[in-house]
């Protein structure tokens, strides 16, 4: 909660470093053009600081740079670049790393600071003194060029249990040279967030200058980590998109945001932009190239999920009973699963998001409950089939609409030609309105020769399968029978080119199965499209 000595928003900054510690995640690799569309990504969320690389260690960091200042125009925030204090024993203007940094010609620079006596030592292989007048004299060369400087103090934690004194000597090298900001720097990642806040406040007896934090998610703690910070009074957060960052990854800013914003009262970003945390988490994964986790609080998919027969039951009479938050307040939405954990109120609420009316049904909504504990038993899953589980239950209302067709036969055959082609061929027997109905089809596999079949078969009765196709195929082996036996559960992602739509099918046979998801998915077409 904010208390009267918590910051407002106007003195409280959002420093996202994405593009600098995020891209030290292993795997990580962006283009430039990556790197200018995350940046272009971070200012819709408001944040205040976007650290955009480390110009002059990397080529691609430069150019992004030089690029960025005709192609980057920023609403919200203001472009960082990252470097590290002069050279032990080099004049700072002689040191090119520093130059660098001038000539990215940002309005902000974020040194790096050696403030761990151990560091120093072993690491820098320089004195302490040396060390103090290395920040001193980039920092205040920096201003003296017009920067704005930030000082992220590296190790400052461990180094603060090694030696307090020093870190604090080494962020009022920075104050007293100009740098606006000293940032506690979470290196290593180690810290819990009792000592995190033991060690801020401490610090800002010590110190009047504006302090910052930065976590490294070592411990699983960065988030905590940072609102501990935050707590004991910090007033520039720094993260990173999903948290991606060296090792186990840093703060992750979307986390942050939600946190700082709907639970501590602190309006860090501008009010509107705060729905678009979930679309630009998700648009960040897939510049990254990372699948978005599901999982991930506020943002992922499943943040609002709700599988549990007794969670629906609740939410049924009021949401905020098991939603510790409106998903709309960070852009998401709540999700009902039916599975054989649900209930009647869990197939209430889920026929309400698919836009089914159960009013009056009680007894249909019985039988759909028990359909789907017998069935999920047997390996089906309903969880991402929702087009699978609206035509379950619409069998089940007395308005059902007839099958789309009967089923006489099907064969499909697979062929390996003597000149190395795999050829695929099915042939489907079907009845629609009393016309038996023969077709054969080939294709790239069976299932595609099926689909193929299937489609032409049906598609002069029912035009609207002309643009439809399969867009995706997963197909999981629940649990081996011995030998080549086991249950196979197949997922189908159907698309006209303007919806998407999932069907599932469970057989030990796996033509059978997909057979199964194949007739979900045209049945779902022509009902809907
Ligand atoms: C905690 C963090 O994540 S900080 C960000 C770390 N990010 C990166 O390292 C990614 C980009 N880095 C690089 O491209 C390269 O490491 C470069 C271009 C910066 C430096 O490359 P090199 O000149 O080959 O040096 P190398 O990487 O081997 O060692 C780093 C040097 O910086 C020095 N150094 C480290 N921290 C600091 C500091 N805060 N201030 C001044 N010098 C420092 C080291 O002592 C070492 O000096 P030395 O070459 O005289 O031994
Ligand atoms: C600066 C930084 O990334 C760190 O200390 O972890």
Redesign the pocket.
Known sequence: MATDSSPTSTDFHVFDTTLR?GAQREGVSYSVADKLAVARLLDEIGVGYIEGGWPGAMPKDTEFFARARTELPLKHAQLVAFGATRKAGVAVAEDPQVAALLEARTPVVCL?AKSDVRHVREALRTTLEENLAMVADTVAHLVAHGRRVFV?C??FFDGYAADPDYGVRVLEAAFGAGAEVGVL?D?NGGMLPMTVGRVVADVRARTSGKLGI?C?NDTGCAVANTLAAVEAGVTHVQGTANGYGERAGNADTFVLIANLVTKMGLPVVPAECLPELQRVSHAIAELANIAPDDHQPFVGGSAFAHKAGLHASAIKVSPQLYNHLDPAVVGNDMRILVTEMAGRASVELKGRELGVDLAGQGDAIGRVVDQVKVLEADGWSFEAADASFELLLRAQLPDAPPPLFELESYRVSVEHWGNGLVVSEATVKVHVDGERIIRTAEGNGPVNALDNALREALVDRYPQLAGVALADFKVRILGWKGGTGATTRVLVDTTDGTGEWTTVGVHDNIVEASWHALVDALTYAVRHR
Do not use: K, L, N, P
Request: charged share 35%; aromatic share 0%.
């Open positions: 510690d790096v992220d590296e190790h720097c290196t930065h490294q």
